[in-house]
T-cell receptor, first 118, second 109 residues
Framework: GAVVSQHPSRVICKSGTSVKIECRSLDFQATTMFWYRQFPKQSLMLMATSNEGSKATYEQGVEKDKFLINHASLTLSTLTVTSAHPEDSSFYIC??????????????FGPGTRLTVL | GQSLEQPSEVTAVEGAIVQINCTYQTSGFYGLSWYQQHDGGAPTFLSYNALDGLEETGRFSSFLSRSDSYGYLLLQELQMKDSASYFCALFGGANNLFFGTGTRLTVIP
């Protein structure tokens, strides 16, 4: 499988501040990475698709000006939660896409970042 | 839109076999993936079915029937460490994943 890292693993911030989360693809170059959000005891919800060298594609209902995504290199995508509020507290997880031969493209997930906004 | 339904909770005995079902509605997809997630952790890839039929990977097997809009994950020789949440997910045209509601599996001695 592919290896994905995230930093930080946990962050606590005050309401109104901005938080940047880094997602790195460690063992291969990922032209496409994904950002998900998961609230307690709920499923993962796709927020956006991050494409290297171009603008991210956001899912319906996700504010692109609030959740800024930058994919400046083939191994790094960042998610910045701007002006965070308590309702943004969640588990943020990124993934990369490993393209295999045939029909076996697979997403591998990072360890996640738990954001708590006070 | 898309939707995937799974049982919310399943309990099984250590050493036994358990099947977690997933029914879905979608206008099109490439395949059905299965992920395991322990509390506080990230999802771990288990299995992927692009075609109908059974895929076997060690103690885990996954099945897909496109005509029935149905799939399942089969876990054999259950171990206590298998207690976790299991998600089915549709792998779509934009290479993204749409996750099911998740099934919390509890393995008891």
């Amino acid at each position: 499988g592919a290896v994905v890292s995230q930093h930080p693993s946990r962050v606590i911030c005050k309401s109104g501040t901005s938080v940047k989360i880094e997602c790195r693809s460690l063992d291969f170059q990922a032209t496409t990475m994904f950002w998900y959000r998961q609230f307690p005891k709920q499923s993962l919800m796709l927020m956006a698709t991050s494409n290297e060298g171009s603008k991210a594609t956001y899912e319906q209902g996700v504010e692109k000006d609030k959740f800024l995504i930058n994919h400046a290199s083939l191994t790094l995508s960042t998610l910045t939660v701007t002006s965070a509020h308590p309702e943004d507290s969640s588990f943020y997880i990124c993934s990369n896409l490993l393209r295999n031969r045939g029909y076996t493209d697979t997403q591998y997930f990072g360890p996640g970042t738990r954001l708590t906004v006070l | 839109g898309q939707s995937l339904e799974q049982p919310s909770e399943v309990t099984a005995v250590e050493g036994a076999i358990v099947q977690i079902n997933c029914t879905y509605q979608t206008s099109g997809f490439y395949g059905l993936s299965w992920y395991q997630q322990h509390d506080g952790g990230a999802p771990t890839f288990l299995s992927y079915n692009a075609l109908d039929g059974l895929e076997e990977t060690g103690r885990f097997s996954s099945f897909l029937s496109r005509s029935d809009s149905y799939g399942y994950l089969l876990l054999q020789e259950l171990q206590m460490k298998d207690s976790a949440s299991y998600f089915c997910a549709l792998f779509g045209g934009a290479n993204n994943l749409f996750f099911g509601t998740g099934t919390r599996l509890t393995v008891i001695p």
